[in-house]
């Protein structure tokens, strides 16, 4: 047997039934080959010191498989992900990547792999969205593959999901706007409904609040986390979407004059509650005290939107309702984008476009008036 040499040189070994098994040692690795020829064997010698040298040799040898991987990757990357986030990539990851790739090594995982599942995807029924979804969820794993040296490439990069048409924004008119306020006067989660219109705020953001988040003498209330139900945790406290998320919010009269209203009926269903009343400090709670299931505030909103025969619409329609109305009234989309807590004026842009033309046609009547028309 041919003695083993050092670090990036190999050996290669005749074997009797005419094969040749070639032997390299690499970053401390003893990697082998079997080829049909003696100049195979030199080529992949050849071709593995390189990507040694390259960084591009996968650090378990490539025997890693898709699955294993995605339950490694996704142990890892939970406590830097939200709930939702994490039932949601749980949710993908078991139904639909698993099933698909799940054998694969890692190292064989190609783009047309990637390609040919986007398209039956959407062949049986799933929407262009749901399988973006599972492709950004795929880039972002293998991105992470790359970097922890396990695959030389994202060959995500290379495959290309379905177009997703840009979803229709649904929102009241101004008319239907004040006969849902006018008709839900006196109701149980008034404060809650006029806070989501008037100011734009996000089903979570609304049930996270507390009484101490509320300047009453400015008018002001501060958003400092969100409440929301998960499956993997039930109802969970985190942080807001994002940096702009924790914004501050000035509250229009008519929302402080409910907001002093259900804080006294809250005092009375404290008192009628008795041992039973738990303390969270919430502002929007259930009769005793713990914080509003999200689904149970949607089918509440849904209930009285149709007792006054209004389009039907989800609780999130209310913040593109106040978005839309704010917009078509000349506000600034720059005061729409803090108020709303988007990332970029850009995002409220794109998301509230259907507003633009009528503002444009503002802008033109507005340029008639200073210039004339010639």
């Given at each position: 047997m041919p003695?083993?040499?050092?670090?990036?040189?190999?050996?290669?070994?005749?074997k009797a039934n005419g094969t040749f098994l070639a032997r390299v040692?690499?970053?401390?690795?003893?990697?082998?080959?079997?080829?049909?020829?003696?100049?195979?064997?030199?080529?992949?010698?050849?071709?593995?010191?390189?990507?040694?040298?390259?960084?591009?040799?996968?650090?378990?040898?490539?025997?890693v498989t898709v699955e294993a991987f995605l339950d490694q990757w996704?142990?890892?990357?939970?406590?830097?992900?939200?709930?939702?986030?994490?039932?949601?990539?749980?949710?993908?990851?078991?139904l639909h990547l698993k099933p698909a790739f799940g054998r694969l090594r890692l190292t064989d995982l190609r783009p047309d792999h990637l390609q040919t599942f986007y398209s039956d995807k959407v062949a049986s029924g799933l929407s262009p969205r749901s399988v973006e979804i599972?492709?950004?969820?795929?880039?972002?794993?293998?991105?992470?593959?790359?970097?922890?040296?396990?695959v030389p490439r994202n060959v995500a990069d290379a495959a290309k999901p379905p177009k997703t048409p840009k979803p229709e924004i649904r929102a009241w008119t101004p008319e239907q706007a004040r006969h849902f306020l006018d008709g839900i006067s006196g109701?149980?989660?008034?404060?809650l409904h006029k806070m989501a219109i008037y100011c734009g705020m996000r089903q979570g953001e609304l049930l996270g609040l507390k009484w101490e988040d509320l300047d009453w003498k400015a008018k002001r209330i501060q958003i400092r986390r969100l409440v929301h139900r998960t499956v993997s945790k039930g109802m969970t406290t985190g942080?807001?979407?994002?940096?702009?998320?924790?914004?501050?919010?000035?509250?229009?009269?008519?929302?402080?004059?409910?907001?002093?209203?259900?804080?006294?009926?809250?005092k009375e269903e404290r008192l009628l509650a008795g041992s039973l009343w738990q303390d969270t400090g919430h502002i929007f709670t259930s009769r005793v005290g713990t914080a509003l299931e999200p689904h149970k505030v949607h089918a509440d909103f849904v209930r009285l939107s149709e007792s006054l025969a209004l389009p039907r619409i989800r609780f999130h329609d209310l913040r593109h309702t106040c978005a839309s109305l704010l917009l078509s009234q000349g506000?600034?989309?720059?005061?729409?984008?803090?108020?709303?807590?988007?990332?970029?004026?850009?995002?409220?842009?794109?998301?509230?476009?259907?507003?633009?033309?009528?503002?444009?046609?503002?802008?033109?009547r507005a340029m008639e008036r200073v210039l004339g028309a010639t």
């Open positions: 003695k083993e040499k050092g670090h990036g040189e190999g050996t290669i070994t005749p040692r690499v970053d401390g690795q003893r990697l082998s080959h079997i080829a049909k020829t003696e100049r195979e064997a030199r080529r992949w010698i050849r071709e593995t010191v390189t990507k040694s040298e390259q960084g591009l040799l996968p650090a378990d040898k490539g025997k996704l142990k890892a990357s939970i406590p830097s992900l939200r709930p939702k986030t994490v039932d949601l990539y749980e949710y993908t990851i078991r599972m492709h950004r969820l795929m880039h972002r794993v293998l991105n992470d593959a790359v970097l922890w040296r396990l109701e149980r989660l008034e404060a942080e807001p979407k994002t940096a702009r998320s924790r914004r501050p919010i000035m509250l229009p009269d008519t929302v402080v004059d409910s907001l002093r209203r259900w804080s006294i009926r809250q506000v600034h989309p720059k005061v729409v984008q803090e108020l709303l807590g988007h990332g970029s004026i850009a995002l409220t842009m794109d998301t509230y476009s259907h507003v633009l033309p009528s503002m444009q046609e503002e802008a033109v």
